[in-house]
């Protein structure tokens, strides 16, 4: 079935240590985003990408890096240097160049850093 | 950058109807998007617009004012399953970025 995959769903690190975060999408999707979600929160845009080897800064960028060597994947580092990282993370993609405004969200991932 | 104002919270009970409204500040705009998130789960997609004017989707109709800078959500016959966090989002011409609002939590009341 075709979706977006965010692994794994939940993840528990150290502070100082730096996390990889999974997404990958078998949607041929063009566009790929990360959000982040505080509890009662609306849905932070971190890093989104329009294109393979293209990605632009969010509004909450700092702290993250990401890559997008692949169509299908997108994953997100979470560094040392993000003050507060404990939070849900979330996966989109969509297809805006071909009509489709609609986004697709993988399950999330929670991160909590002891 | 975008600005989107949405209410925090809204009770109702079932079988009422719900208009939760959306505010925006962007330039560049291209569209209003809803998506709906229930509690620990994926937002998922509800509804677009990027002309004035209502479009109908079942329960659930969207309204926008591209002059006002303004759009609604209306859930009609509302269920137990409606609670929910109902989310705006703008699309942005020419750009892929998707701004998501603060989000509505709406509580449906036997």
């Known amino acids: 079935d075709g979706g977006i995959t965010q692994s794994p769903k939940y993840l528990f690190r150290k502070e100082g240590q730096n996390v990889t975060l999974s997404c990958e999408q078998n949607?041929?999707?063009?566009?790929m985003y990360w959000y982040r979600q505080d509890p009662g929160q609306g849905l932070r845009l971190i890093y989104y990408s329009q294109i393979v080897n293209d990605f632009q800064k969010g509004d909450i960028a700092e702290g993250y890096s990401v890559s997008r060597e692949k169509k299908e994947s997108f994953p997100l580092t979470v560094t040392s240097a993000q003050k507060n990282p404990t939070a849900f993370y979330l996966c989109?993609?969509?297809?805006?160049?071909?009509?489709?405004?609609?986004?697709?969200f993988g399950q999330g991932t929670r991160l909590t850093v002891v | 950058g975008q600005s989107l104002e949405q209410p925090s919270e809204v009770t109702a009970v079932e079988g009422a109807i719900v208009q939760i409204n959306c505010t925006y500040q962007?330039?560049?705009?291209?569209?209003l998007s809803w998506y709906q998130q229930h509690d620990g789960g994926a937002p998922t997609f509800l509804s677009y617009?990027?002309?004035?004017g209502l479009e109908e989707t079942g329960r659930f109709s969207s309204f926008l004012s591209r002059s006002d800078s303004y759009g609604y959500l209306l859930l009609q016959e509302l269920q137990m399953k409606d609670s929910a966090s109902y989310f705006c989002?703008?699309?942005?011409?020419?750009?892929?970025?998707?701004?998501f609002g603060a989000g509505t939590t709406v509580t449906v009341r036997a």
């Open positions: 962007t330039s560049g705009f291209y569209g």
């Open positions: 989002a703008v699309s942005l011409l020419g750009d892929y970025k998707l701004s």
């Open positions: 989109a993609s969509s297809s805006p160049g071909q009509g489709s405004t609609e986004a697709f």
């Open positions: 949607l041929n999707h063009d566009a």
């Open positions: 617009n990027a002309l004035d």
